[in-house]
């Protein structure tokens, strides 16, 4: 803790959780996690999750006391908040995850999703007097993310789509059909490994995950009387929006509405992009002032919780000052 506190990791900063009514869905309420910095520079960042787990196990795991990508960049000056997306985290569950997977359609799509977004950014900006806004995106989110960029551009200052979903050519489509799926937090603790993809000498993720975030996502879903012991509900819309894309190209919005600058960054190791697709999926970002795009070596799909993780932060806070300084 003192050597912390010696680089100023775990002072001067305020972090919270408030809830947003969903308005336009009845009883659901979003989670918004948020790093408030000692300097504020009044501009904010907005990180949204993957697919299958939620803010505080991506953005705000803590490898050590006062050490996540959200307080890098509250000590970089930005109010940097974390949303939650319904279904996931500190938000709630809708009604259909309650019933049989089944019984309903894939819960929480891109679309809502991307409703969800702008709730976050309409509080950052109305009730935190964030002038400006960047929009961080991970997996599955830079989807809704993306959705909300091209529909609300004005809204934005940047947005970074770290690790994007693009097309796989001659991917099988396995089209998703229930709201829910499940896994356990060890599965999915394995699958962050890659073991399949990395060479048999090479292991990325920081140890605190190895020693912690397992039962920190056990933690973070309620289980359900009845489900396999250990199993997590996960709601099925990503999976879905996911094989829309892989299989078919599918998005819904048009990269060509978005105005603001975009960057794109992935590791080598990333199994959901690469460097055809990335460059090709950039591209159709043709009314955008400023893109950039980054592979950064030894990094996979999850390098916000590897070794190289301050690579990507140093390189994401780079980024969102080369979109400042274009700024009137």
């Not at 048999?200 to 879903?221: H, I, K, M, N």
Request: glycine residues 8%; proline residues 8%.
């Amino acid at each position: 803790m003192s050597a912390l506190l010696a680089l100023g990791l775990v002072s001067a900063l305020s972090a919270s959780t408030i809830h947003l009514p969903v308005a336009h869905d009845p009883g659901q309420q979003l989670a918004l996690h948020c790093v408030t910095p000692a300097q504020a520079n009044g501009q904010g960042v907005l990180f949204v999750h993957g697919a299958s787990f939620p803010t505080m196990l991506a953005f705000g795991f803590e490898f050590a006391p006062g050490d996540s990508w959200m307080d890098f960049m509250a000590r970089q000056g930005f109010l940097a908040c974390g949303l939650d997306f319904v279904g996931f985290g500190a938000s709630s569950r809708p009604v259909a995850m309650t019933h049989a997977a089944a019984d309903a359609a894939p819960v929480t799509r891109a679309a809502e999703a991307a409703r969800e977004i702008a709730l976050a950014i309409d509080y950052l900006r109305k009730t935190r007097g964030m002038g400006r806004v960047h929009l961080v995106a991970h997996s599955w989110g830079t989807v809704p993310a993306a959705t909300f960029a091209a529909k609300h551009s004005g809204a934005l200052a940047s947005l970074t789509l770290f690790g994007p979903v693009v097309p796989k050519p001659g991917e099988p489509a396995d089209p998703v059909h229930e709201a829910w799926w499940t896994i356990s937090a060890e599965a999915r603790y394995q699958q962050l490994r890659f073991k399949h993809v990395l060479p048999p000498e090479l292991t990325l993720l920081e140890p605190a995950v190895a020693r912690r975030w397992a039962s920190e996502f056990d933690a973070s879903a309620p289980h359900v009387t009845g489900d396999p012991p250990g199993e997590l509900r996960i709601p099925a819309g990503p999976a879905a929006d996911i094989d829309a894309v892989a299989s078919g190209g599918s998005y819904p919005y048009d990269p060509a509405a978005v105005r603001v600058p975009v960057f794109v960054v992935y590791g080598d190791y990333d199994t959901v992009t690469d460097d055809a697709g990335a460059t090709a999926f950039l591209a159709k970002f043709s009314a955008s002032p400023l893109t950039w795009r980054m592979r950064i070596g030894h990094g996979s799909h999850v390098m916000h919780l590897e070794r190289n993780r301050h690579s990507l932060y140093r390189s994401v806070d780079a980024f969102i000052h080369a979109a400042q300084d274009m700024q009137p």
